[in-house]
């Protein structure tokens, strides 16, 4: 037996085979790979030498990329996809024997733009354009998340308004009209009333400029006001059932921070029916508001009821409203109630001077001031020295006796008429919430599916209710939180900043229109109703609109191509006399009061004008008016009284032309044909100049049974006597040529030839 070792020498008698034809692989601009992909060859051969593949290699000259001996490719530098977005190459393989493989093999790499998580397809610059309705603010967005997968996400919509008017667009109407308007009880008073012969006690208070006509005090830290006791309402003298209502923009201390000390809107020491006195403080300290109230000072304890609330100090326009029906008190920001964050049991303070005393925008404090000086001795008095000053702006401060009005009648006192909004609740996909703030100036949105969430947040609307709103730039911002699975390299979303522009509105035009001038029968003005002043007013509004827009302007709606016709509301008429004051004692304007009351529109009469205010509709104003009527006593003497209308709307923010008209007298005329009366009655108008005392009216004869005035009388009798001395001239020329016709020849001559003489001369 013998063992034989046979040794099998292998052949290299395979090549290389890739696994794949084409090998595919992406990446994202700008980044350096250590590895793309990987691309396999393998060899049928047996032995160790030949069934290895040894290296690869890249047929394609100068491409980005190298392949190591394990088949590994890398790129050699970043990759941009704004060139070539896919990059194909081909590469091969070989087994250790150096065979290479039969077929190549391609590769491809896709090279992708830089993902970063964000919103697309929104715009920075978004216009409205008044009286369109609501505005989708993101009707193309949506979120990319780079393929990475979220478990919830949360966006929340801001609007900033605060620079509008009092933080927002709302109604244009005077708080009193407002204030009807939404059926709030009545009973208001003014303790910041504009300045009159009768209310001047403001009149060292600096007023602001608002864009809503609104009248704004500026309260600057060292000054203070002090109300007239004898203008409040009967029954004003009791303090535990009132309400306290007022716009303010708490300016704080120096650069805007809120302030260390208190200071003091409104200060009241009220003395009851019973002959007791009560007293009550509403102050702001840093962001706390608090209501100090003692209700008898003799006996009771204070009670300090506290608000910490961050609308105090952040310097904006904000609306309080502070109901108290001892022993609870309430407090309306905006609209919005807030409960009492603490309440103090004040016994240790010093109770204030019983003597009946409101001050704004600071408070007295019994102090010892100095007195008389005796003996080069200066001595000290008990007395009182106002501090606590206001430090901010301060607009519509009332006082009202009773409860507060409902929620209801709050909102539509003071709630913005521009928001945001969200209607599209049928289509708000699963898991999707949606909370807007009582502003309307936050919209905040909750889900899980980016997909959904874009859709809910395309339908993110803008409205602004009013029809002529303020135009001007509100900034918007968009911010995004984004949370995923693991904690760990979740996305960021950046915020998105934009503004919505409200374009300026086409201004109403209110015309007034009706006759000039107008007679009547003396005995209609002396009637008990008088003659209408205006019988034929006619009030109209429109708009116009451009028919060609610039270039630069944005094409009108096909709808706003030529002047319209609209419906609008005024607020206030009046009629006023031209010339001298009406005389109270024979003179009188009148209208319907009743009519008036039932329609909420509130009269002022004087010897000037007459007020016609509340806001009602344009033909309700036109009834009014027509209605109005001048009146005179039977022994008054007559004259032609002239008088001028004008109406407005919107607090004034939109004023009518002024029109004139002239009431006059239709004198008697017993067979006299209207054309003839017409025209004497023009002629009589031409002729007579009024004396300037008597400037805006002419003075008439009060005799009904005159044909014509005394002036014209005078006129007729001197063409009469005029006349009659023409022909007296006459005769008496006549009389003396027939005496001198029996001459002689001569004379005849003479005479015949001085009488062609006067004919030629004639």
Known sequence: RATVHVRVNDVNEFAPVFGERVFRASVTEGRLYERVLRVQAWDQDCSPQYSQVCFYQILTPNVPFTIDNDGYIKNTQPLQAGGEKVIRFTVTAYDCGKKRAVEDAEVE???????????????????????????????????????????????????????????????????????????????????????????????????????????????????????????????????????????????????????????????????????????????????????????????????????????????????????????????????????????????????????????????????????????????????????????????????????????????????????????????????MKVHVNPAQSQLSLEGDDPHTFSHALQHVEYLNSLQFPTPGVRPLKLKTTVRCLSDEGCLTVPDLEGYLVVLQPDAPQVQLSGSPRSAHPISDFQGLVGVPIFPDLKITCSVSHPLTPNKQERAPRADLQTPDGIECSLEKCEVGVVGEDLNLEYESLSLDVSSSWQRGLEMENSSRSLRITGVQSVAVYEDILRSLTYRTVARASLYARKFHVSCSEMNGRYISNQLYTEVDVLHGVHAVSPNHLLSAQQFVHNVHQAPAELSGHTLVSTNPSSVFPGVAMVIIIVCVGFLALIVTLGLSRIHSVQQKSGSDGSELEGGNQRDTFWEDSL
Not at 137 to 159: G, K, M, R, Y
Not at 342 to 366: V, Y
Not at 398 to 404: E, N, S
């Open 109 to 431: 790499i896709q090279v992708k733009p830089t993902c970063k998580p964000s919103w697309k397809g929104w715009t920075k610059r978004i216009e409205y354009v008044p009286g369109s309705g609501s505005l989708a603010l993101f009707p193309n967005i949506h979120l990319e998340t780079c393929e990475e997968p979220v478990w919830s996400i949360q966006a929340t919509v801001d609007i900033q308004t605060s620079h509008i008017a009092k933080g927002c667009d709302r109604d244009n109407y005077s708080e009193k009209s407002l204030r009807k308007l939404c059926g709030a009880a009545p009973g208001d008073v003014d303790l910041l009333p504009p300045i009159t012969l009768a209310h001047n006690w403001t009149h060292g208070l600096p007023v602001q400029e608002t864009q809503d006509s609104s009248l704004v005090f500026w309260f600057n830290g060292s000054q203070s006001v002090e109300f007239p006791p004898g203008h409040l309402p009967a029954g004003g003298r009791t303090a535990d059932h009132l309400t306290l209502s007022f716009w303010l923009k708490h300016a704080g201390g120096s650069g805007g921070k809120a302030g260390k000390e208190e200071e003091v809107l409104l200060c009241n020491t009220v003395q009851n029916g019973d002959g007791s006195f009560s007293h009550y403080t509403l102050a702001v300290h840093g962001c706390r508001i608090s209501f100090l109230y003692w209700s008898l000072l003799e006996s009771a304890r204070p009670v300090k009821f506290l608000w910490k609330l961050e609308q105090v100090c952040d310097v904006e326009w904000h609306h309080y409203a502070l109901s108290l029906e001892f022993p609870t008190v309430s407090l309306y920001v905006d609209g919005v109630t807030y409960d009492p964050a603490l309440i103090h049991d004040n016994g240790a303070l010093p109770p204030p001077r019983r003597q009946a005393r409101l001050m704004i925008g600071g408070c007295w404090s019994d102090e010892k001031i100095p007195g008389k000086v005796i003996d080069n001795e200066t001595t000290r008095v008990q007395g009182t020295v106002p501090g606590r000053f206001l430090h901010g702006y301060m607009s519509g401060l009332t006082m009202r006796l009773g409860p507060v009005d409902s929620r209801e009648v709050i909102e539509c006192l003071y709630s913005c008429k521009e928001g945001l909004q969200y209607t599209d609740f049928d289509s708000l996909g699963k898991g």
